[in-house]
């Protein structure tokens, strides 16, 4: 190397200077500061620091084994025998197991999970969505199966995404908001446009918010894409069949593509609230809006009663999408190659569980039921203790696996935060964090009305830990309360 | 809805017209037309039609698996026990399966693969690269585990992307090349910089190609990355330790950030080239590269001996990278929650496979021995065979899993090529496909050499049905030149 050339490397060629821009725009508060705080204090435990706890308790992430739920044993069996085919000849395993993962390891080429076996997995997400739908066809050739479901709703954006300035896409988000929306639009250079939830009607979706969002950011970009969670993250609220059909009536008159996160559908416990799926709702509001409303929904492994965070499974299902830009689609998902064939196993098995009469299908039904039971039981017990501390209102947690309660932060304790440069409500949680080592999210992660103060909470941990960790909250929030009045 | 709503939906929301551009640029050969029309010649030899072949082999992707090769033992007994952690009771499983089972399960939080176990497998990963570069440290923080390569390599770029115009990032990479660079250049917008191997020189890197390429790029555009894909993809070629040197002091001297895409490490055959790794070598050549060049370096379980493309398991490890930096990567990637487990923990049994005296031992070195063996047996006949034919000129088959012969197209065959709107290789290879059931890649979804013609076929066949397959090219390209002479 000539000297010359030593001295022309001036130095790094990646700095946060010279990076993507965009890059940096992307905030992701459910695993930012408070998070490696956690991580921190986790390690000085380790070592024998000396603490008002003897462990961290993670409440910010939706991730219910990390939490004690067990895997569901049919799942997992049929995953064993798939990886490893050699136990398909054990007398441990069912017979319907047995078959199962038979059918699985046939549908791939070479008889290997090593790789795509897609086409099998697309009929079965089909038939699944077609008898969820009370008979609704569903066609195989709308089903893409994905990375879980956030590499879906990324995708779908990134189709979306065109125009600068005024012609911008614009994408209508909820607030609060599951921060991979805001994650993906700030990546994808495109503008978020908020349309705020009804905390005082349990978080509902109000058709004149969105309309009021719209016309205002019609002003200075192209808004053309709709989204919304249903049930919410991290609002836990499940939409009436009126307000989706609102919805959709709103993205028919406003030509907006409509985005519908349903990666919660199973996670539904307030007495008369149901599940509604947009696709059903759309096709039994008649041809004018099931032949013209584009529409992608979106499921996944990881959540409802499954849990299966770890597998990265996941479909989407596109409804009057021009078939062009079907040909586009399918061109972009080809390059990632295939998702994960493990987890594409395994939304086979979600969507085509056990039947009546199978020998797995009790035990299924029993793990089943018993999870989605105790999640109920969990998410009625966070509001009811919750809502009992002066200064905090939780809405009810209808469905999903959070609750978003509401809380009073005493104007010192504003200041202080402003003096440290933090968000008042992460200043309340890492103080929650160091004293507590329960960690959950703040609100400002998900985005709320300005002057108001939340935190994210999952719902996971067992109901003895949960109880406590509700009093410790409890107790937290009335010192903290008193300190700073 | 208003009678004015529905007039106001005048077409689809999303069309090929205004949808992303960045979008529509991308293209993807080896999953494009050519694999579309081997679909349709299945579904017609299904539907009982009469063709001169009764199957279609796919030589056209590096899927092991889908052609018949079988997994390692070890890792399909290991993440079986990890999908159903009661096999761990079951005596038909050896002690070593067991306890790394154990272990992979006791660094997920919860005991389920179902979430995240990323810390330990990096650990490993950073043990493995230590061991294969002769004792050169590394520190697990430089270790990103991701899904498959592609996934890492992608986001590396994407950090990489800045500017407009003149300023805009230009990336360098091979011609030929494995598409997925150009498909992820053009998504992110970034300049695609053409630098061609010497295909007279069996495909080697020439340092004087390189400068050339740099120089006639800055006229337009800012270069700032040097992508390396060693073993080559889809030329085949091992690169020498030389050459290695000469394209890190390049880098240095032109202040580039260096991507080594290192997947194939394992698949080196020819006598008298080995794999050296990026890495190693920038430290074998004194802190002021070692302390200095950017470098990231991929890896993956797809390839080599394992070929498990369906687990989507991968890592990257960065070196000299700026903090701050590591720090937006680190939030980037978080937004994607994490890469798949069950790839994660196949990853982690790649780098850390039985050691001696372990009761898995001899069986694994059995299978990884017979399967590299066996590859190294078909890239010789596969060079030799395609050089007994008048018109088709293959280099070694050095490493990798594909040849990428050139072939001589008759003038005749271009102009009928043209007439239909072809390149001529797809010409080519869609009347190979046709008359032989043969599916491999042309040469121009690689790209080549103007006025040159190329197709990549795997040599992934088992060498029984490879030699067919060899001897019906041969005769395929005899009778093409023939008819069109």
Redesign the interface.
Known sequence: ??E???A???G?????D????S??K???A???PIVQRAVEIENELKKGAKKPFSEVI?ANIG?????????VTFF??V???C??P??LN?P?FPEDVKSRAGRILQS???G?????LQFCVRQDVAQYIKQRDGGIPCNPDNIYLS??A??AI?TIL?????GEGRTCTGAMIPIPQY??YS??LA?LGAVQINYYLDEENCWSLNIGELRRALVDARKHCNP??LCIINPGNPTGQVQSRKCIEDVI?FA??????LMADEVYQDNVYADGCHFHSFKKVLFEMGP?YSN?V?LASFHSTSKCYM??????GGYMEVV???S??KA?LT??V??????????QALMDLVVNPPKPGEPSHATFMKERTATLRSLAERAKLTEQILNTVPGIHCNPVQGAMYSFPQITIPERAVQEAKEKGQAPDMFYCMKLLDETGICVVPGSGFGQKEGTYHFRMTILPPTDKLKILLQKVKEFHMGFTEQFS
Chains 1, 2 share one sequence.
């Not at 990134?158 to 065109?162: A, D, G, W, Y």
């Not at 849990?307 to 990265?312: A, I, N, S, W």
């Open positions: 190397m000539s010359n050339g030593l022309s490397r001036r790094k060629v990646l700095t946060t010279t990076m993507n821009p890059v940096k992307v905030e992701y459910v695993r930012g993670k991730d219910a084994h990390a939490m004690g739920q067990q895997p997992r069996q995953l064993a025998l990886s490893y050699e136990l054990s441990l791939c080429g070479g290997s999970i090593g790789e795509t990375t879980g956030s590499d990324v990134k189709l979306l995404v065109c921060p991979l994650a993906a990546e053309r894409v009536r028919a008159e406003e030509n907006l593509f004018q013209t584009e849990g299966e965070c770890g597998f990265r009057n999408m021009d062009d830009v586009q061109k972009l080809s390059v990632r190659l295939c998702p994960p064939v493990p987890g």
